[in-house]
């Protein structure tokens, strides 16, 4: 019996771990987006597996018993060729997905908005925005050209980016001081960002609030409705050992 773990998340290399640590056969599937990524224990493979019809071959050629779709919240294209495959080979698919911070005590002070292009019509009047969103999410911000944006990506973009911009190369998890000091160093006076949950990546959110910056929050897409989900490891792990 092989699980398929849809992976490119923190919470998708711990289950691997502790998984492959308790003997299951395991198989991670990374999209293959950031270079050097952090490899799960066990057996990996990266890249896209060509739309949902490459994905139900994978499935079949290799035999897989069971799929946990570990990706990132905001990966719901992914999600849903997931979903699409589940349903139409019986493979049984699971979701792990970790909390969102809609239940953070300073939620309600933040601007939720459905996507980017809805962020950079209402962030409108900022001239200096700290962007958190990733590197496919700059396109959607191409009228801010002339802003002092700060911009935090793991990967440099391969495209040019305004000159106005300055691109911070680095990886989270970022903890309260780091990110105060950020917000000391470059004064932004607006935090885009998304709600990717988990406290990797909070303490940016909580230290604008402290420092009075506004808020610009892209809600997460919904996850395809006949996916059973847990939001923690040891769930997922209950949930497959039932199984
Ligand atoms: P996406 O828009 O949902 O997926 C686009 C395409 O990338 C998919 O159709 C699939 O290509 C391929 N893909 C995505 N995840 C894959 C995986 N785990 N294994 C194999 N192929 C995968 O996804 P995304 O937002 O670009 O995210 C890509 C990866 O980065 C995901 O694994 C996700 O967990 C991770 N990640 C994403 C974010 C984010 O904010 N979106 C943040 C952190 C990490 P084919 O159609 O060819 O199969």
Known sequence: MTILILGGTAEARRLAAELVGAGWSVISSLAGRVDNPRLPAGPVRIGGFGGTAGLIDYLLATRISMIVDATHPFAAQMSDHAAQASRRTGIPLFGLVRPGWGD????????????????????????????TTGRQSLPAFGSWADREALIRLVDVPTTPLPANWTVLQSRGPYDHDHERALFEQYRPDLLVTKDSGGDH?????????????????????????????????PGMIDLLSVR
């Open 104 to 131: 953070h005590p300073a939620a309600a002070d933040w601007d939720w908005v459905p996507d980017l292009a809805t962020a950079a019509e209402q962030g409108g009047s900022s001239r200096r925005p700290f962007i």
């Open 201 to 233: 990546t909070i303490a940016k959110v909580e230290v604008a609030v402290e420092l009075g910056v506004a808020v610009l929050i892209v809600a997460r897409p919904p996850i395809p409705e006949d996916v059973t989900t847990v939001d923690s490891v």
